[in-house]
């Protein structure tokens, strides 16, 4: 029950993605990959994407599953080209459906744009079971900084995506549409409640101060002790005040409108317009 797990990171966006494998059937999953995007030109790339490619080609692994832990709202889901080069399915949690309600307003998204959750082969619900080769995995639904993130645990590694970040960092932040500080607190006990020698890996890093190096995993004895927002006898009030206070004080994230109306689509680009050209749209005064 102990998978092999590769990390991927794009410092641009200070995202680790992974590569998951059981080494017995040589079967896998990614999770949280990254289309390399420059807001300057408008222009995407696959380099980070490639990496995954050539270390699965390299490995001789199968993709199962193609894995979002949430709508990312820091960087483009690379899942649809991996999809077309290594197969697999791609999954997010069901609680999709209202991020996009709520992200299709925001973008005044196109009258037949569903947001029944579609775009993607799969949505697992709290407590779905699914597996990796022949690991057992779960999904936990854990909202809070989205209504849909999940937590995926495979074997004794967990993937929290945005929930919590290397101890000394603390916590995601609750202040996007949809975001709880509250319903995050509960969220983290469920991953607190795992066993302590769970392996936790993070969806990004940004060096807590004093730190020289980049950090991804950890483990569930660490947070609960350690967590400088959640470990230790922190209570939820005091937490939820802190938490309110500091996203109060904090600027959108840089790729944040590129983001989320190309993730809500499970990766795919909005639909052309009469001239050929795709185009993301920018809302004024709305976020």
Same mark, same amino acid.
């Given at each position: 029950?102990?998978?092999?797990?590769?990390?991927?990171?794009?410092?641009?966006?200070?995202?680790?993605?992974?590569?998951?494998?059981?080494?017995?059937?040589?079967?896998?999953?990614?999770?949280?990959?990254?289309?390399?995007?420059?807001?300057?030109?408008?222009?995407?790339?696959?380099?980070?994407?490639?990496?995954?490619?050539?270390?699965?080609? $390299?490995?001789?692994?199968?993709?199962?599953?193609?894995? *979002? &832990?949430?709508?990312?709202?820091? %960087?483009?889901?690379? /899942? =649809?080209?991996?999809?077309?080069?290594?197969?697999?399915?791609?999954?997010?949690?069901?609680?999709?459906?209202?991020?996009?309600?709520?992200?299709?307003?925001?973008?005044?998204?196109?009258?037949?744009?569903?947001?029944?959750?579609?775009?993607?082969?799969?949505?697992?619900?709290?407590?779905?079971?699914?597996?990796?080769?022949?690991?057992?995995?779960?999904?936990?639904?854990?909202?809070?900084?989205?209504?849909?993130?999940?937590?995926?645990?495979?074997?004794?590694?967990?993937?929290?995506?945005?929930?919590?970040?290397?101890?000394?960092?603390?916590?995601?932040?609750?202040?996007?549409?949809?975001?709880?500080?509250?319903?995050?607190?509960? $969220?983290?006990?469920?991953?607190?409640?795992?066993?302590? *020698? &769970?392996?936790?890996?993070?969806? %990004?890093?940004?060096? /807590? =101060?004093?730190?020289?190096?980049?950090?991804?995993?950890?483990?569930?004895?660490?947070?609960?002790?350690?967590?400088?927002?959640?470990?230790?006898?922190?209570?939820?009030?005091?937490?939820?005040?802190?938490?309110?206070?500091?996203?109060?004080?904090?600027?959108?994230?840089?790729?944040?409108?590129?983001?989320?109306?190309?993730?809500?689509?499970?990766?795919?680009?909005?639909?052309?317009?009469?001239?050929?050209?795709?185009?993301?749209?920018?809302?004024?005064?709305?976020?």
């Amino acid at each position: 029950m102990k998978p092999v797990v590769k990390s991927f990171f794009d410092e641009p966006t200070f995202t680790y993605s992974y590569v998951v494998s059981d080494p017995e059937t040589k079967k896998c999953a990614i999770i949280d990959s990254v289309l390399n995007y420059d807001p300057n030109s408008g222009r995407t790339s696959t380099e980070s994407a490639d990496e995954i490619i050539d270390y699965i080609s $390299s490995e001789s692994l199968t993709v199962e599953w193609i894995l *979002e &832990t949430h709508v990312h709202a820091d %960087h483009l889901t690379a /899942a =649809p080209y991996l999809k077309k080069n290594l197969g697999g399915k791609i999954v997010i949690g069901s609680h999709i459906t209202e991020v996009q309600g709520i992200f299709s307003k925001v973008f005044n998204a196109e009258p037949e744009f569903p947001t029944n959750g579609v775009q993607f082969d799969r949505l697992l619900n709290d407590g779905d079971t699914f597996s990796v080769g022949n690991i057992d995995a779960k999904a936990i639904h854990t909202p809070g900084h989205t209504p849909a993130c999940m937590t995926y645990v495979i074997g004794d590694a967990g993937f929290v995506g945005d929930t919590i970040f290397m101890p000394d960092y603390g916590s995601a932040r609750c202040d996007f549409p949809g975001g709880s500080a509250e319903t995050l607190y509960n $969220s983290v006990q469920k991953i607190f409640a795992l066993p302590e *020698e &769970t392996r936790l890996f993070m969806c %990004h890093d940004y060096k /807590a =101060p004093g730190r020289d190096e980049f950090a991804y995993e950890t483990t569930v004895a660490e947070e609960k002790n350690n967590n400088i927002h959640l470990g230790g006898n922190n209570s939820k009030d005091v937490f939820v005040k802190m938490r309110t206070e500091r996203d109060k004080t904090l600027g959108m994230p840089r790729l944040i409108l590129p983001s989320v109306q190309v993730n809500m689509r499970a990766g795919e680009m909005p639909p052309a317009e009469d001239n050929g050209t795709t185009y993301l749209k920018i809302p004024i005064d709305v976020l």
